[in-house]
C-alpha cells in the first residue's frame, strides 16, 4: 500500500468519524454503551472536531511528493492510533461492549498500516542514497 492510498483511507475515516462525532454525540456514545452528561457530549463533539482537522489536514498532504514529509505524517500517525489502541483497550477491560474491540482492532490496523510505509519509506530513501 502506498503513502498516498493509506492517508487517502485514513482521511476519510477521519472526516466521516468526525462528521459524526459532532452531529450526533449520544448516538455515537451509546453504540458503545456508554451514556455521558451534557458537558460529555460537548467534549465528545470537540473531540469529532479533532478527528474531522486531522483528516482535513491528512488529505492535503496526500499528493506530497516529499519523503520527508510523508515520513512525518506517517510517525505521527502511528503515535496517534497507537495511544488511541492502548486507550481503547483500557476502555476494554473497564467493561465496554464489543463495538469497543472494533476500535481496538481498527487503531491497531492503522498503526501497522502507518508503520508499514513508514518502513517502505525508509527503506526507499536509504537506497537513493
Not at 58 to 66: A, I, P
Request: with cysteine; hydrophobic share 60%.
Amino acid at each position: 500500500m502506498t503513502f498516498r492510498i493509506l492517508i487517502s483511507v485514513f482521511a476519510v475515516a477521519q472526516v466521516i468519524g468526525g462528521i459524526a462525532c459532532i452531529a450526533s454525540p449520544a448516538m455515537m456514545l451509546q453504540s458503545f454503551g456508554v451514556d455521558f452528561p451534557p458537558m460529555g457530549l460537548v467534549i465528545y463533539q470537540f473531540w469529532g472536531a479533532s478527528m474531522a482537522t486531522i483528516g482535513v489536514q491528512c488529505w492535503l498532504v496526500r499528493n506530497t511528493s516529499d519523503p520527508r514529509s510523508s515520513m512525518s505524517f506517517c510517525v505521527a500517525l502511528i503515535a496517534l492510533n497507537a495511544v488511541n489502541c492502548v486507550l481503547a483497550l483500557k476502555g476494554q477491560a473497564s467493561g465496554a461492549n464489543a463495538m469497543g474491540w472494533a476500535m481496538v482492532a481498527l487503531y491497531a490496523i492503522f498503526a501497522l498500516a502507518f508503520l508499514i510505509v513508514a518502513i517502505r519509506l525508509m527503506r526507499k530513501e536509504v537506497q537513493q542514497q
